[in-house]
């Protein structure tokens, strides 16, 4: 850390300068002293210490010419437990000092193993007795844990320790929350607003809405009132929907901790006085009907008129079927990329002002996920390996070329039973929905994950049908390659009484039901049987395996039961089979555009060449599988793609 000698002969230099004042002494920041000046010549060294360093200020003072070493370490471990020498190209906390030790782990005071994030936890000479008279806190972060036989100081930040043992930050526990399913970063909201004019700090905390859920409440400090609307209006120009704080609130002092930080579970003790968000019953019969939807989607007993979708407990996959419905009662179409923050109110509007003249599409299997003014272009997206087209919102909304963007879901699986078919069947399905919107013209066409074998064979039927293909994409898709996948098997009363010995109570649900000749039959009565013995969510969760959590929708929502979980689970099945059978039998003759995750790329991406008669363009799209269509990676995503399509 800056010596106080070394502090106040840099801001005498900075005077004599004239580059601060006398009256700019206090406070003065690191990014005003080193960051935002010219390089000081007679300092090279900078030690900075107490708590992850910024990465943009990092940067800043590297680039100035310093060297520049991060102490990271909180109060509670007399400051300093974690050093590094900083570089541009990364931003770790670094190695343990000396007689310190650091582990991770999980949630359930677990260690986790190399590679896997969890909880920073701190032991050694450092640690210290506690808080002092505070008995009850002490006991929450001061912990003994009886497989290391140590004492840990529990940080709630969450990081890694890499193989070769260095430690990296991935954020603070409690800045990283799930709504309605949905992965919140606190950090980044923050960030934003606080980049907002007239706005001198932000804090960003969860708290209870009205319905029993959760919302996301601003509090902020400013000379004067920020409005909501304008620091709204900011907002969705970086931050997917259900991201923007539901409710700001001005707050003239931050209440502190012991250790003098932002007491953000004070934050939490919020009293809603905002009168916009008083429960306001429905007047017409229209929102009376949507009302009484809402309340049967979203489980809840009274829904303000003036509520928002997402706040009301919604999420994009609820949106579907609420949208679903919305076309068969009222013959209304509602942009998913809006829905999530949509009133009762506001869509009963949509709903009287209704042009009958407008063609409205009543398919389950077509979601419209955002709506343009040039009925001549449409861009079609294949849903992924789970069957539903909602993960494709953020991208569409963040795309400002004028497409009608649909979203291509699956058929829903009959009793939970996964059913053998082939991708070319598929593909001539989605073509007839297809043509019931576009009968001519370029056909605008991106398939992500199976999604994109599925696109592939579309791009094939459509050329032999003698259409054009406009812009065809396909995200993080596999090649055909039956070497890869080995040997497939249909599914059959076998592999089902297999795949299910490998799911919790095997043993005593085939006691009771053996002899099952038809799997729709095995499903069915498995179904029926978990519920009777009320089956745990968690229980089932301990079963599944690979990375079938991160593709099943909201799998970490309060409210996911067991049946969606299992429907899930065999609808991925499904398509796993489907893809792996799946052969062209012709080559591509129009430019196929291929996003690649950087960070889990599909392993075969070459081989799609081998079904192409034009070399692939291939764009390195950072993230993994699944983080490049969420926030933030989505973001540089739909600029590359406003761009090809454009």
């Not at 840099?10 to 580059?19: D, G, M, P």
């Not at 601060?20 to 920041?29: D, G, L, N, R, Y």
């Not at 300093?80 to 000092?97: F, Q, R, T, V, W």
């Not at 929350?177 to 970063?185: A, C, D, P, Q, T």
Request: aromatic share 10%; charged share 25%; with cysteine.
């Amino acid at each position: 850390m800056i010596t106080a000698h070394i502090f106040y002969t840099l801001l005498a230099r900075l005077v004599s300068q004239n580059e601060i004042s006398i009256a700019q002494f206090v406070p003065v920041t690191l990014q005003e002293l080193l960051a935002d000046s010219d390089k000081i010549d007679c300092l090279n060294i900078v030690i900075c210490g107490g708590d992850k360093l910024d990465n943009d200020l990092k940067n800043k003072i590297l680039q100035k010419g310093y060297n520049l070493y991060n102490n990271y370490g909180p109060t509670e471990f007399t400051v300093d437990a974690i050093a590094c020498k900083c570089e541009l190209s990364h931003n770790d906390l670094g190695y343990p000092i000396a007689n310190t030790e650091a582990y991770i782990m999980t949630e359930k005071d677990k260690l986790q193993v190399l590679g896997a994030q969890g909880e920073l936890c701190l032991a050694g000479a450092g640690i210290s007795i506690g808080y002092y008279n505070k008995r009850d806190l002490t006991e929450e972060k001061f912990v003994w844990n009886k497989v290391l036989n140590k004492r840990l100081y529990k940080t709630g930040d969450l990081a890694i320790i890499m193989p070769n043992g260095i430690v990296k930050f991935i954020g603070r526990k409690d800045d990283q929350v799930k709504i309605n399913g949905l992965r919140i970063e606190l950090e980044e909201i923050e960030h934003y607003i606080n980049q907002f004019q007239g706005i001198n700090e932000a804090v960003v905390v969860v708290i209870d809405n009205t319905y029993g859920g959760k919302a996301l409440c601003a509090y902020y400090r400013a000379d004067a009132t920020v409005l909501y609307d304008k620091l709204r209006a900011y907002l969705i120009n970086y931050l997917p929907q259900y991201m923007i704080p539901s409710h700001l609130i001005k707050i003239s002092k931050w209440p502190t901790t012991p250790n003098g930080k932002i007491d953000k579970k004070a934050l939490c003790m919020w009293n809603n006085n905002d009168e916009k968000k008083k429960y306001v019953a429905p007047r017409t019969k229209v929102e009376k009907e949507i009302s009484h939807i809402w309340k049967k989607i979203l489980g809840k007993s009274q829904i303000s008129i003036c509520e928002e979708f997402i706040n009301a407990g919604g999420d994009s996959l609820k949106a579907t079927i609420f949208s679903t419905l919305m076309l068969e009662r009222f013959k209304t179409q509602v942009p998913l990329n809006k829905m999530l923050t949509y009133t009762i109110k506001e869509i009963a509007e949509l709903v009287n002002e209704n042009n009958i003249e407008k063609t409205i599409v009543n398919d389950e299997n077509l979601i419209l996920l955002k709506e343009g003014t040039d009925s001549e272009k449409n861009l079609f997206l294949i849903h992924p390996g789970n069957g539903e087209a909602e993960v494709f919102v953020d991208l569409c909304d963040n795309l400002d070329v004028d497409y009608t963007m649909w979203g291509i879901r699956a058929d829903r699986l009959n009793k939970y039973s996964p059913k053998n078919s082939k991708l070319e069947e598929i593909a001539s399905k989605y073509i007839n929905k297809i043509e019931t919107i576009q009968q001519g013209g370029k056909y605008n066409v991106i398939g992500w994950c199976i999604g994109g074998s599925i696109a592939f064979e579309i791009a094939l039927q459509l050329e032999k049908k003698g259409k054009e293909l406009g812009f065809f994409g396909m995200i993080n898709s596999f090649a055909p390659d039956r070497k890869f996948w080995g040997e497939i098997h249909e599914f059959t009363v076998s592999t089902e009484e297999k795949m299910i010995s490998e799911l919790p109570e095997y043993k005593t649900f085939t006691d009771r039901y053996a002899g099952l000749k038809d799997i729709q039959d095995i499903w069915s009565n498995l179904i029926g049987y978990y519920d009777e013995i009320d089956l745990s969510v968690e229980v089932l969760k301990q079963f599944v395996y690979d990375d079938m959590d991160r593709a099943i929708p909201n799998y970490n929502a309060a409210d996911i039961n067991v049946n969606e979980i299992i429907y899930y689970i065999n609808v991925l099945r499904m398509f796993d089979n489907i893809r792996a059978l799946y052969v062209p039998e012709r080559k591509l003759k129009a430019k196929c555009h291929f996003f690649a995750a950087t960070d889990e790329t599909a392993a075969n991406i070459e081989l799609w060449n081998e079904y192409c008669h034009k070399p692939l363009n291939i764009y390195n799209i950072k993230g993994d599988n699944f983080s490049i269509l969420r926030y933030p990676n989505v973001k540089a995503f739909s600029d590359l793609l406003n761009k090809l399509l454009r």
